[in-house]
């Protein structure tokens, strides 16, 4: 919670007093910055606030009442989110004169809650930065699971951030507090973003605004502004092959991996160019950059280089209508194509085409309405598109691919994937959102007392429009559990998955491309499929917000506040067109699921409808603005998108998975080989979901103090506590089991088929297969539960979406943790952000069977990181040397590892009646009550390597008079070429720990860049 300042805006409180310091009411105080100037009156309390400041240097504040000096106070610095709070004394006047008072802005924020990371644009430029937001900006956030890219190599793709324990999907992107969070891959960024673009960006990852309805990572990037004054600048970067170092040759444990080349970047290029100034002084201003951005990558075993190019324009125009009212106007463009996205060592068929734009206009109104009300509303529309097709014609213009080296088959969950062949998929989303918020603040003061109350909306309106197409209408398959069984693979070979051996096929209903036999004009690029000839969904989101702010004598501040959220989704009316597969009569079980048709809107199958409150404290421990002891207790729901609805939508893919041995041999499926059908999947039946379903809510504590150690040099220490409960999942309402017996609601609601409270599932017991995948062999261990069900429960199954804890499961997530971040501001020539983060993520899941529910037990989770350090600094040694030093170091533990393997049928058929069931995914942990050696001579690791990397940069600058300034650097990344295992396969079978990861070595970077 914070004191009332917009979402990419600071905030100044200042008092004016005499020389017995008591308050002065009247005086006139105008706040002059780079954008505009706002005046103000002291009130009665000597107090006047300057909300809705555009970041940046260069204020100051002119403080004049009859009969006292005029004071002037310069240097300050606005900060997006914190308060500038300053007192400034004034002398009774016998003549006419003017003080300045030269003072840097006070570093402790008294008066806000809000723990965030904040990355200047002088911090990036001065210190090795990778392109791209999420390499360049999230990796140096303190408390934020590094990335590991290594100069810009990943900056082509963004990362998935987290945060003591935080969900990605309920991370949220904002320009300028507008809303561009992708509403499909909820928890994603809609577009890429130019660094070089943004005056700051602000990471706020607890306690967060009451504005802000989720727990995530709330990233909000703030674009410069022109000025009075003209400003342009240009600056690129560039690496080749031959700047890159090696880190794996005459490394053993890669040699017998079989691994001769690392993950380099072939190519980097970053061009950045920008440019602003005054449209009207004092009254009007712009600014503009492009960036053009090109990496290519080797993925490690792959032929093919991995290459993305993005193109993006930023244009911000600020108008100040009068002294309180201002009106702002963005648009940002972006384009990205890649060439090979998705393939990979194991799967290098499967990289496609991604070719995709988006556009975001942007539209601003702040006003200060009078001396104590302050309006801010903003209007934000995101138009993108996801497009992933073939590498060649229609989509694209690439080469097929090549297939590497024991890279013939692709895992997809259950089966592996024959090649050659086409992509799993193709797709072109078109993923829309129109958002507005509204905030207004009005300060009312008291002779001791004061309140901020902010109260405010936001709405937004998701539209998603996704065509599919399965090239040729089936894929060709092998399940997991017949590689390395003797019965069908008795040389345990890693691509047994080849022709004349048995096989699957799933059949699609789905339109396919004209190559493969389908329409002339309907692949995913065409137009046959508007206006609404393919999968929909519609989604609305409206909360609502309130929250009072006190401060008591100046000390205390408590802020209290709540929110309601209502949001859901639906399928509005739309069409199917037909399958390759329509007309057939036999060979189908359901023949007219593969026809086309048309589709009624359906109605919302369910609605998250939260109250959430939140409340801070903060106490100015010394009254001099130096120390604060800070508490925050805030409750968030998840964020929705056009998430669950779409499990009710009648128009998405269907399948039909049937037994298929290639009877002539020719590896191609002829329509009638297939012989007898072992699943399927009809789009909006099987699983319903609950319409009581509940949004998962997270209660998050937080304790921190912070502490200004000497001057400019900023101390915090934080704690953290975060439970969240209620989350969504999937139970089996028709073969209950375990705990679900004692649950009220599946008393009301349960349908099994045996006597109630007999439990159908059988605890059963067999053997770890060991590090070689197999059964019988000397390095067999265990035991290891095994689950069977009651034969008598076949096809009684209906699975239900809903908050599984309401049938008697603990279905949650918790994180502690402690935070500790040092920064220095940038003066005596240097500056420093420095963080030491240690905590402890952990999850326990539901599941519907007792086999899921085991692999779901508690335990860390996948972003738990035990310590993660940053230090990122620079210095400039002075002239006559002149060049300026910067480092980056990451250093964080490695990822908790589990180790799975799928038991077939056969192992339960052994020990009782139970055939045809369905146990995949059973999971081996290499850890907890099982131990570290359940089985004789196994390599089960608990976590991967802790890594360390450190980037290190030199710039020397040359004024040229009147024409600026000429900037040159040379960087290094990985500066000591470590070689630290990233990814390891960890599916027990011939694959078990191949490498699937390591760092990138050490390249150099050179770059120049001139700005005036």
């Known amino acids: 919670t914070a ?186 960024s809609s577009s890429y973003f130019s660094t070089g673009s943004f005056e700051e960006v602000s990471v706020s990852m607890a306690a967060q605004d ?59 290029s970053d061009l950045d160019v920008q440019g602003g100034g005054p449209i009207w002084r004092d009254r009007a201003w712009f600014f503009v950059d492009y960036w053009n951005f090109e990496v290519q990558k080797v993925i490690l075993n792959l032929d093919e280089v991995d290459g993305t190019k993005l193109k993006d324009t930023t244009l911000n125009v600020n108008f100040q209508l009068n002294d309180n009212h201002k009106v702002s ?53 995101v138009k993108s598109n996801f497009p992933m097709c073939r590498r060649w014609e229609p989509c694209g213009s690439e080469d097929m691919a090549t297939p590497s080296t024991g890279s013939a088959i692709y895992s997809f969950g259950y089966g592996y994937v024959i090649t050659p062949t086409l992509p799993t998929s193709e797709f072109f989303d078109e993923r829309d959102t129109d958002s507005t918020n509204a905030t207004v603040s009005w300060y009312v003061t008291g002779e001791n007392t004061s309140h901020d109350l902010k109260f405010g909306g936001n709405y937004q309106l998701i539209n998603y429009f996704s065509p599919f197409n399965y090239p040729k209408g089936y894929r060709r398959y092998t399940r997991l559990s017949r590689v390395g069984d003797p019965t069908y693979d008795p040389d345990n070979n890693p691509i047994y998955a080849t022709m004349g051996v048995p096989l699957e096929v799933r059949l699609y209903n789905a339109p396919i491309a004209k190559e493969d036999g389908g329409s002339a004009d309907c692949f995913v690029l065409g137009e046959c499929w508007h206006p609404d000839g393919a999968y929909s969904m519609k ?132 329509f009638g080989e297939q012989t007898t059908m072992r699943s399927s999947w009809y789009p909006g039946e099987g699983t319903k979901v609950d319409p009581d379903l509940q949004a998962p809510l997270t209660d998050e504590y937080t304790v921190g103090i912070e502490h200004e150690i000497f001057d400019n040099i900023l101390l915090s220490v934080t704690g953290i506590y975060r439970g969240r409960k209620d989350d969504v999942g999937t139970v089996n309402i028709g073969v209950p089991f375990g705990l679900m017996f004692d649950s009220d609601r599946c008393k009301n609601e349960c349908t099994p088929v045996l006597p109630w409270g007999t439990d159908p599932w059988v605890k059963l017991s067999t053997v770890d297969p060991g590090d070689d995948g197999i059964i019988g062999t000397s390095d067999d261990g ?132 139970y055939g045809n069931q369905s146990n995949w995914g059973m999971t081996v942990v290499a850890r907890g009550e099982m131990g570290d050696n359940q089985c004789d001579g196994c390599n089960r690791p608990q976590r991967e390597d802790f890594t360390t990397l450190v980037d290190v940069r030199a710039e020397k600058q040359f004024t040229i008079g009147k024409y600026g300034v000429v900037h040159f650097y040379f960087d ?31 390249v150099m970077r050179i770059g120049g860049a001139w700005d005036f």
């Not at 794996?248 to 444990?253: F, I, L, M």
């Not at 601003?364 to 209007?379: E, G, P, S």
């Not at 002239?879 to 980056?888: A, D, K, R």
């Open 3 to 188: 004191y009332a300042q917009g979402r990419d805006t600071g905030l100044a409180v200042v008092h004016a007093e005499d020389p017995d310091g008591a308050p002065l009411p009247g005086v006139m105080v105008v706040v002059t910055g780079p954008v505009g100037s706002q005046t103000q009156y002291t009130g009665v309390a000597g107090e006047a606030r300057f909300p809705g400041l555009y970041p940046g240097d260069g204020y100051s504040a002119t403080f004049t009442l009859d009969g006292f000096t005029t004071v002037i106070r310069d240097d300050l610095t606005v900060v997006t989110g914190r308060i500038i709070d300053f007192t400034v004394t004034m002398d009774l006047a016998t003549v006419e004169e003017t003080i300045t008072v030269t003072g840097e802005s006070p570093l402790v924020d008294v008066k806000s809650t809000s723990v965030a990371g904040l990355v200047t644009s002088d911090l990036l430029d001065r210190t090795p930065t990778a392109s791209g937001i999420w390499a360049g900006v999230m990796d140096k956030i303190p408390g934020v699971v590094a990335s590991f890219d290594v100069g810009g190599g990943d900056s082509g793709q963004q990362q998935v951030n987290t945060a003591w324990g935080s969900e990605w999907r309920n991370n949220s992107y904002n320009v300028n507090g507008g809303d561009t969070t992708d509403p499909a891959a909820v928890g994603a």
């Open 210 to 268: 009451i504005e802000i309805k989720t727990p995530g990572l709330n990233i909000n990037m703030v674009v410069k502004s022109g000025s009075n004054d003209w400003h342009a600048g240009a600056k690129y970067f560039y690496e080749n092959a031959d700047m890159v170092s090696d880190n794996v040759t005459g490394v053993a444990k890669f040699e017998e991996a079989g691994i001769t080349v690392g993950t380099p970047n072939v190519l980097l």
């Open 329 to 381: 106007g963005r648009w940002l463009a972006t384009q990205k194509y890649r060439n090979n996205r998705g393939a990979s060592q194991y799967r290098p068929y499967m990289g496609r085409i991604q070719d995709s734009y988006s556009h975001i206009p942007q539209l601003q109104w702040q006003a200060v309405l009078n001396q104590n009300i302050f309006a801010d509303v903003r209007y934000s529309v």
């Open 539 to 670: 989604g609305r989101a409206l909360g609502i917000f309130f929250q009072d702010t006190i401060t008591i004598a100046n000390r205390w501040t408590i802020s209290a506040g709540v929110r309601f959220d209502r949001a859901y989704n639906w399928n509005p009316a739309q069409k199917r067109l037909d399958s390759p597969w329509c007309g057939q009569t036999t060979g189908l079980s359901l023949p007219d699921m593969f026809c086309g048709g048309t589709f009624a809107e359906q109605d919302v199958a369910f609605q998250f409808q939260d109250i959430t409150p939140r409340i801070g404290v903060v106490w100015d421990v010394t009254g001099d603005g130096t120390w604060a002891l800070k508490a925050n207790f805030s409750r968030y729901p998840e964020a929705l998108g056009i998430s669950y609805g779409g499990a009710t939508n009648v128009n998405d893919v269907g399948s039909e998975d049937w037994n298929w041995f290639d009877p002539n041999g020719d590896g191609v499926f002829q």
């Open 782 to 913: 265990g035991p290891i539960p095994i689950w069977a069900v009651n034969p008598d429960t076949y096809g009684t199954n209906n699975y239900l979406t809903t908050n599984p804890n309401t049938f008697g499961f603990e279905d949650n997530s918790f994180y502690r943790g402690i935070s500790m971040v040092a920064s220095k501001r940038w003066s005596g020539n240097w500056q420093m952000l420095a963080s030491w983060d240690i905590g402890k993520a952990e999850s326990q899941g539901s599941a519907y069977n007792p086999n899921a529910l085991w692999n779901a037990r508690r335990a860390v989770t996948g972003n738990h990181r035990q310590h993660i350090l940053k230090l990122t600094a620079n210095y400039l040694i002075a002239e006559p040397i002149g060049v300026n030093l910067g480092i980056f170091v990451r250093a964080q533990s490695g990822q908790d590892l589990y180790a799975s393997y799928t038991y077939d049928n056969a192992i339960l058929e052994a020990q009782g009646p």
């Open 972 to 1002: 290094v990344f990985n500066a000591l070429n470590a070689n630290t295992v990233t990814g390891l396969y960890t599916t027990i079978n011939s694959r078990w720990m191949d490498i699937t990861g390591l760092l990138p070595p050490r």
